[in-house]
Every structure is written in C-alpha cells, then in structure tokens.
C-alpha cells in the first residue's frame, strides 16, 4: 500500500532510525487514527522498502545493547516519496468509517435496536472527539503541519458529532 510506503518513508527522511523507533513514532504520532497503518506493519513495510532499495540499513550498536538496523533513504527512495507525494495528492479524497456498514443495514433492526446502535455510534463519535480533543490541548508545541491535521480531526469529529444527531433525528422519527 503506498500510504504506508509514504508515512515510512518520510518519517526515515526526516530522520534516519530504526524500524523499532519507527514503531514508536507511529504509535506516538497517533499516524494510525488519521492514516490507515498499523504498528505492527512497519516492520514489514521496512523489510520490504529495503528490498525494493528504497532505504537501507546500517548495523549499529548502542553501549551493550543488541545490534539493529539505523535505516536512511537512498536517491531511489527520495524519487519514489516525491512520486508517492505527488500520487497520492492528486486522489480524489476518501474517507471511510466503518460504522457506515452499520447504517446500511440499520432497516434490518426494530426501532429499539436502531436506537441503541445509534447510541452506540454517538457514543464512539464523542469519545473519538475527546480523544481529538485532548491531543490538541497535549500537542501544542508541534509542527504546523501536524496541528493541522489535528485541527482537520477536530473539524470532522464536530461534524460527525452533528451527523449522528441529525441522522438519529430523522431515522428514529420516519
């Protein structure tokens, strides 16, 4: 997948480091609520960039620990980040939730059922902008762009917030 291909490649661009730390930085970035990526793909991601010559790692040992990998990005890496840069900037945009599975099938169900569902979503909806929230107020020393992205998760959560409320409007009154 080439979103993940990007998220590790800029993450090596902007500082080499090892697969590990990588991990680390994803988990510590929150990366995989905005970007479909999970942790324990970047090990694997890793492997595979390394193969296909887009990174490469240098062994290296810190005092008695165990030898790892410090991986940096080579001149093929940097032209296939700039071609995913590009790429992926040109997508038309998609956001996918995946309580619209739910939604879909909410006719299967009696009002009491629909009722509690979309409690359910409403609930996740205000714990999602919560969280949202609170990184927010954590990460205010961070950089433009990632308050940006933050501000964008708070922008959607508000509105995700005023859908469910619309929607349970509608659907339980019909």
Not at 22 to 42: A, D, F, G, H, M
Request: one cysteine or more; hydrophobic letters at 40%; glycine letters at 2%.
């Amino acid at each position: 997948m080439s979103t993940i291909d990007l998220i590790v490649l800029g993450m090596i661009k902007e500082k080499e480091q090892s697969a590990y730390e990588l991990q680390k930085n994803v988990e510590y970035r929150n990366i995989s609520k905005w970007v479909k990526v999970s942790t324990p793909s970047i090990y694997k991601k890793v492997i595979q960039l390394e193969e296909k010559g887009y990174i490469k790692g240098n062994l290296s040992r810190d005092g008695n620990m165990p030898e790892k990998s410090i991986y940096h990005i080579t001149e093929k890496g940097d032209k296939y980040f700039l071609e995913l840069m590009k790429k992926i900037s040109a997508q038309m945009v998609n956001v996918f939730l995946d309580f619209n599975a739910v939604i879909i099938n909410m006719a299967m169900l009696s009002k009491n059922e629909s009722k509690e569902v979309i409690d359910n979503i409403e609930t996740e909806i205000e714990k999602y902008k919560n969280a949202v929230s609170k990184l927010e107020m954590e990460r205010e020393n961070i950089p433009v762009c990632a308050k940006s992205i933050i501000n964008q998760q708070v922008l959607l959560s508000e509105a995700l917030n005023d859908w469910i409320n619309d929607f349970r409007k509608l659907y339980l009154e019909e």
